[in-house]
């Protein structure tokens, strides 16, 4: 399987996908959500589980930051932006709603976009084909999706790029 996105050029997401682009939150997350592909799918794929994190954060946040959490995918494209609009997929919270970026569960349950505070930061965008749907609800939390996907995972991809201070 193998997961590419248009948001990456030369190894960096563009601008737009993060805190240097124009769409934000009513309180101030990036909202302007990447686009990917998903390719060479195993047989028995019922869903995909994305998720898009930041172990860079750790230097900034203590933790890894999670930007964008889905479960229930069932095509192998998402269209940029489509964070805002989409009702086929299911959203979990984003590390804006943790301790640290303390937003609502519902502000907080979509992409939640880059914002390095401290230096230039990779993010990784893993993407799992499972041979279930999860039926979990909107806003849940990371924990919830791993234990979830726990003997369903079929194949993942992954994809990096980088996003400047």
Same mark, same amino acid.
């Given at each position: 399987?193998?997961?590419?996105?248009? !948001?990456?050029?030369?190894?960096? /997401?563009?601008?737009? /996908?993060?805190?240097?682009?124009?769409?934000?939150?009513?309180?101030? $997350?990036?909202?302007?959500? #990447?686009?990917?592909?998903?390719?060479?799918?195993? !047989?028995?794929?019922?869903?995909?589980?994305?998720?898009?994190?930041?172990?860079?954060?750790?230097? =900034? =946040?203590?933790?890894?930051?999670?930007?964008?959490? #889905?479960?229930?995918?069932?095509?192998?494209?998402?269209?940029?932006?489509?964070?805002?609009?989409?009702?086929?997929?299911?959203?979990? !919270?984003?590390?804006?709603?943790?301790?640290?970026?303390?937003?609502?569960?519902?502000?907080?349950?979509? /992409?939640?976009? $880059? =914002?390095?505070?401290?230096?230039?930061?990779?993010?990784? *965008?893993?993407?799992?084909?499972?041979?279930?749907?999860?039926? *979990?609800?909107?806003?849940?939390?990371?924990?919830? *999706?791993?234990?979830? $996907?726990?003997?369903? #995972?079929?194949?993942?991809?992954?994809?990096?790029?980088?996003?400047?201070?």
């Amino acid at each position: 399987m193998k997961v590419t996105s248009s !948001a990456i050029e030369n190894g960096h /997401y563009a601008d737009k /996908y993060g805190k240097r682009g124009s769409q934000f939150s009513p309180n101030g $997350m990036p909202t302007y959500s #990447i686009p990917f592909e998903i390719t060479d799918v195993p !047989a028995g794929t019922k869903s995909f589980a994305v998720v898009l994190e930041d172990k860079d954060a750790i230097s =900034a =946040a203590g933790f890894v930051w999670t930007h964008w959490l #889905i479960a229930d995918l069932e095509r192998t494209s998402v269209q940029e932006n489509e964070s805002q609009t989409a009702t086929d997929f299911v959203q979990g !919270a984003n590390s804006w709603a943790s301790v640290l970026g303390k937003f609502d569960i519902k502000e907080a349950s979509a /992409y939640g976009g $880059m =914002a390095p505070p401290n230096s230039n930061h990779r993010y990784e *965008l893993y993407v799992y084909a499972l041979d279930t749907k999860l039926n *979990l609800p909107q806003g849940f939390r990371f924990n919830e *999706l791993h234990y979830a $996907m726990q003997g369903h #995972i079929l194949d993942q991809a992954y994809l990096v790029g980088w996003y400047n201070v």
